[in-house]
């Protein structure tokens, strides 16, 4: 059973970048396929991101171009890069595991951490 924490979150100007880092233990990078998710307080958990072990992605509409996923299979370590952001993306980002394609869809992740926010504000 994988394990995930993520980091990085922060607040970050408009028009500026974060790196968000999701760590995982338990299982290698190389029989998971990882997503990043966020959630504004009542709203429902949106698919942002998706890598599979066969380094296929998944991006949503709304950051394709501006966001990319990476791995660090020695580290252990699932990225997403986000750049120009806007106000709009402010929302808890979490990092999820499951065993299977790429898939945007938050119900087919067992696995998920704890989150981390992100807040994108002058």
């Known amino acids: 059973q994988v394990h995930v924490v993520e980091s990085g979150g922060g607040l970050v100007q408009p028009g500026g970048s974060l790196r968000l880092s999701c760590q995982a233990s338990?299982?290698?990078?190389?029989?998971?396929?990882f997503g990043w998710f966020r959630q504004v307080a009542g709203k429902e958990r949106e698919g942002v991101a998706s890598?599979?072990?066969?380094?296929?992605?998944y991006y949503a509409e709304s950051v394709e171009g501006r966001f990319t996923i990476s791995t660090d299979n020695a580290k252990n370590t699932v990225f997403l890069r986000m750049s120009s952001l806007k106000p709009e993306d402010t929302a808890g980002y979490y990092c999820?595991?499951?065993?299977?394609?790429?898939?945007?869809?938050?119900?087919?992740?067992?696995?998920w951490g704890r989150g981390t926010q992100v807040t994108v504000s002058s």
């Open positions: 338990g299982g290698s990078l190389n029989y998971y396929t």
């Open positions: 890598i599979g072990n066969d380094r296929h992605t």
């Open positions: 999820a595991a499951r065993q299977g394609a790429v898939s945007e869809n938050q119900y087919l992740y067992p696995y």
